[in-house]
């Protein structure tokens, strides 16, 4: 590891002899007063009667400069720096601390207690309550620190459920399933001492070959922010602080490179990527923001006032806490050249409104200390930040006396991560998730004889996990400890699936190393087949050590290594192949699409993933996952989404074509839907009214399945070019063969609104086409609406959901 950290003190003794500093400043009290400060058992931060930020101001009149500062960061035990990276540029920025030196100051946050190395929950849970007692004894106010970890795909801690990547959450258009399994972390990480959770994503993705597409929950900011509100409600609800990330413009990398510089417009800024922060921050109430990596047009968003203050705040209200993302205040000095030294980082992070620095002390420590004794920060700025995290540790009971009680699994002796509740849970959002992009007729398959699985994804049993899931994201640096839960295999959970048939395995090729000598043994075998199932798509990693996940960007969306020539080899084979994709981002699938006999989509669909895909693939599930992402027709049409304006979609003055081979909304089913009896109730509305419109929708099938009703607006003629469709709602309804139902829907004017010439969010009148859609390319019920009256100015309070009513329809009536 690198030297330790300098003691702060020492920063403070080194100023001295330009700036004395006063008593308060150099931390000195009697030992008499550092005993009464930390065995007062009635002083006003303990009073719970009083409200949050009465004790916070009085705690912090107590303390002196060094004490608030350590209030202001994590540490981070254990993190490594041998080139295993777990967070950009962690191999020369971790540090050691020295633990005796640091804590009699007392510590903000602890850094992944059980996300930094495998450690049984248990233990883990009875180490970390130590530390913390360790913690509350050094400090003269023993104050605990407050502890986070990753949560994006689970609690990312060993033996805990592997649940399906954010990918997945918005392919079930299930907000409330999501919601269950936000409920279900939460209770998990709080088991154990935690406190606060790094997730949603809510980047919008705007360039597929970006490596963290995986991690985003789609292409469109409607669906990201409402699947986003359902995590935070569950995952708040559960006790714990939900941080909304990456705040903001991430996933607009140029080339989707990680951290590369984001250049978008204001207009796309402001109806496209905060959109989903905005609507999470007033329906959910989160508790933290994480600020992005990437600068914005050349300001770093670690040291943006206008996003972290005046927007966040200001206008949103938003009352929590902002932390750094792992190392970027950091960053203001090394990558972005903004900073001239880490003094001038850490005031720039705390004047634009980052109140922590993680993962661990760097610009905050010894640096900060030194600019406010020089003068450079004036203290009230560590105040205010100051004030903001001791009142979230109020409320989480931190300050209470007795403090909130350790963890139950610290008391308890025993902890399980994954029960069984939890892997059904995993199994139904997985089940829901899956997409099935086409289907001949062969799917469900029919109790097949001989079934050749082939691919390289078909016996990996990471195959299903995203780069921060547990076992990938650091288990991988510890194969003694081996996987901490069960991850069957797709070829075992086909065996399972299948037991009188006889089934065979190659892997043809691997998945990025681009071998070709074992395609033509995975082609004999899909040969001698019934039918085939061929398994591609991605390794999760970090850094380049897979072909999705964090700094794990694509050059093209071409399959990796030597899979599509794996693909095309199988399909000249003629036996009937039914492609299933594990992967973390979509790719071009060459000519599958007109010659496989299915399709099938799998965004990393975790623990039981290939259990339901088994199970879909069998007939026992009926697959109802929609497209949270367009799937390219060609690997160098980026960046595209379905959110595009009339001149970013094939034309004539372009040789190319960036029309998606499966569109956003996209997804199929083994029953049918008729949708009938379009309704409007008044074709005319005010600016600031709503249209009413329904739809009856009924399952014509032989069992029982569910539809994806999608709402999309079209806007003919704007004073600003606008996308062509844009999902303003959508409805997931579950019918048994022949039922019926009659869907309602009031859409407010204001889900019409958009960003006009100058800066103000506006709804104009005129003509608006509303479109009942399969998906964002197949709109077969449209009505056209007319706005009177005059352009309307909107903020963040105007309406942005459409309200739904369904009443059941007798055969009867129908």
């Known amino acids: 590891m690198s030297e330790p950290v300098t003691d702060a003190a020492d920063a403070t003794d080194a100023a001295a002899t330009t700036n004395p500093p006063t008593e308060r400043e150099a931390g000195t009290m009697t030992e008499a007063q550092a005993t009464d400060a930390t065995t007062t058992t009635d002083a006003p931060w303990r009073d719970p009667s009083l409200p949050a930020g009465a004790r916070a101001g009085a705690l912090i009149a107590e303390l002196t400069l060094e004490e608030k500062i350590a209030q202001l960061y994590g540490i981070w035990i254990g993190a490594s720096d041998d080139g295993?990276?777990?967070?950009?540029?962690?191999?020369?920025?971790?540090?050691?601390?020295?633990?005796?030196?640091?804590?009699?100051?007392?510590?903000?946050?602890?850094?992944?207690?059980?996300?930094?190395?495998?450690?049984?929950?248990?233990?883990?849970?009875?180490?970390?309550?130590?530390?913390?007692?360790?913690?509350?004894?050094?400090?003269?106010?023993?104050?605990?620190?407050?502890?986070?970890?990753?949560?994006?795909?689970?609690?990312?801690?060993?033996?805990?459920?592997?649940?399906?990547?954010?990918?997945?959450?918005?392919?079930?258009?299930?907000?409330?399933?999501?919601?269950?399994?936000?409920?279900?972390?939460?209770?998990?990480?709080?088991?154990?001492?935690?406190?606060?959770?790094?997730?949603?994503?809510?980047?919008?993705?705007?360039?597929?070959?970006?490596?963290?597409?995986?991690?985003?929950?789609?292409?469109?900011?409607?669906?990201?922010?409402?699947?986003?509100?359902?995590?935070?409600?569950?995952?708040?609800?559960?006790?714990?602080?939900?941080?909304?990330?990456?705040?903001?413009?991430?996933?607009?990398?140029?080339?989707?490179?990680?951290?590369?510089?984001?250049?978008?417009?204001?207009?796309?800024?402001?109806?496209?990527?905060?959109?989903?922060?905005?609507?999470?921050?007033?329906?959910?109430?989160?508790?933290?923001?994480?600020?992005a990596y990437t600068d914005l047009d050349g300001v770093p968003t670690a040291a943006d006032p206008d996003l972290l203050t005046a927007l966040l705040r200001e206008t949103w209200g938003f009352e929590g806490t902002v932390v750094a993302d792992y190392f970027s205040v950091a960053f203001l000095e090394t990558l972005h050249g903004t900073a001239g030294d880490l003094g001038e980082a850490a005031a720039a992070a705390l004047e634009a409104g980052i109140d922590v620095e993680l993962p661990t002390v760097h610009a905050f420590g010894e640096p900060l200390v030194r600019a406010v004794i020089d003068g450079r920060v004036d203290e009230a700025v560590i105040d205010r930040a100051l004030l903001r995290v001791l009142i979230q540790k109020i409320e989480l009971g931190l300050l209470d006396h007795p403090a909130a009680p350790p963890a139950a699994g610290a008391a308890k002796g025993t902890v399980d991560l994954d029960p069984v509740e939890n892997r059904a849970l995993a199994r139904r959002i997985a089940e829901q998730a899956i997409v099935l992009l086409h289907n001949d007729g062969t799917l469900p398959l029919a109790a097949p004889a001989r079934v050749a699985v082939i691919g390289p994804t078909a016996d990996d049993p990471l195959a299903v996990l995203g780069c921060y899931a547990f076992p990938t994201h650091v288990g991988v640096h510890h194969p003694e400890s081996g996987l901490g839960i069960e991850l069957p295999t797709l070829v075992e959970a086909l065996r399972a699936e299948f037991p009188t048939a006889e089934i065979t395995f190659a892997p043809g090729t691997s998945i990025d190393g681009g071998e070709t000598d074992g395609i033509a043994h995975a082609v004999a075998l899909a040969a001698s087949a019934d039918v085939v199932v061929l398994a591609l798509g991605d390794r999760a990693g970090l850094f380049g050590r897979g072909t999705s996940g964090e700094g794990c960007d694509a050059e093209t969306l071409d399959l990796p290594g030597?899979?599509?020539?794996?693909?095309?080899?199988?399909?000249?084979?003629?036996?009937?192949?039914?492609?299933?994709?594990?992967?973390?981002?979509?790719?071009?699938?060459?000519?599958?699409?007109?010659?496989?006999?299915?399709?099938?989509?799998?965004?990393?669909?975790?623990?039981?993933?290939?259990?339901?895909?088994?199970?879909?693939?069998?007939?026992?599930?009926?697959?109802?996952?929609?497209?949270?992402?367009?799937?390219?027709?060609?690997?160098?049409?980026?960046p595209s989404t379905y959110l595009a304006s009339t001149l970013a979609r094939r034309s004539s003055v372009s040789n190319i074509d960036p029309t998606a081979r499966y569109p956003f909304g996209h997804g199929l089913g083994y029953t049918s839907f008729a949708w009938s009896d379009l309704r409007v109730e008044a074709p005319e509305a005010t600016t600031e009214g709503a249209v009413l419109m329904s739809l009856t929708v009924e399952n014509t099938g032989d069992r029982a399945g569910a539809e994806v009703v999608q709402l999309y607006l079209h806007d003919p003629v704007a004073s600003v070019v606008r996308p062509v469709q844009r999902l303003v709602g959508f409805r997931r309804v579950e019918l048994e063969p022949g039922a019926s139902v009659r869907l309602s829907v009031e859409v407010p004017a204001d889900l019409a609104a958009f960003t006009g010439r100058d800066g103000r969010r506006i709804v104009e009148p005129g003509s608006l086409v509303l479109s009942f859609g399969r998906s964002s390319a197949e709109l077969p019920l449209q009505a056209r609406v007319e706005l009177a009256g005059p352009v309307r100015v909107v903020d963040h309070t105007r309406a942005m959901h459409p309200v739904w009513a369904a009443e059941h329809v007798s055969p009867d009536s129908a």
């Open 84 to 291: 295993a990276d777990v967070a950009p540029h962690q191999h020369d920025m971790s540090s050691a601390v020295d633990l005796d030196e640091l804590l009699p100051k007392g510590l903000g946050q602890i850094t992944r207690a059980f996300g930094t190395a495998p450690v049984d929950a248990a233990v883990g849970a009875q180490s970390l309550a130590r530390l913390q007692e360790r913690i509350v004894a050094s400090g003269r106010f023993g104050i605990p620190a407050l502890v986070h970890e990753e949560c994006l795909a689970g609690f990312a801690a060993y033996g805990a459920t592997a649940y399906p990547v954010p990918l997945s959450w918005g392919a079930t258009f299930d907000p409330e399933l999501i919601e269950q399994m936000a409920r279900r972390i939460g209770a998990d990480m709080r088991s154990v001492g935690v406190h606060q959770g790094l997730a949603p994503v809510l980047d919008v993705v705007r360039d597929a070959r970006w490596g963290r597409v995986e991690e985003t929950m789609g292409e469109d900011p409607y669906l990201v922010g409402t699947v986003g509100t359902a995590y935070v409600r569950g995952l708040e609800a559960s006790g714990i602080v939900a941080t909304l990330k990456h705040f903001v413009g991430y996933s607009a990398s140029r080339a989707g490179r990680n951290l590369a510089p984001v250049s978008v417009g204001a207009r796309e800024l402001a109806d496209v990527l905060l959109p989903p922060f905005e609507m999470v921050v007033r329906d959910a109430e989160p508790r933290s923001v994480m600020n």
């Open 562 to 638: 030597a899979q599509a020539a794996l693909l095309e080899a199988v399909l000249d084979a003629g036996t009937p192949t039914v492609l299933t994709l594990l992967a973390g981002r979509p790719y071009v699938l060459g000519t599958a699409p007109d010659r496989a006999a299915g399709i099938l989509q799998a965004f990393f669909p975790g623990e039981e993933g290939t259990s339901a895909l088994a199970a879909i693939l069998g007939g026992r599930v009926n697959p109802s996952g929609r497209l949270p992402v367009s799937v390219p027709s060609t690997p160098g049409a980026q």
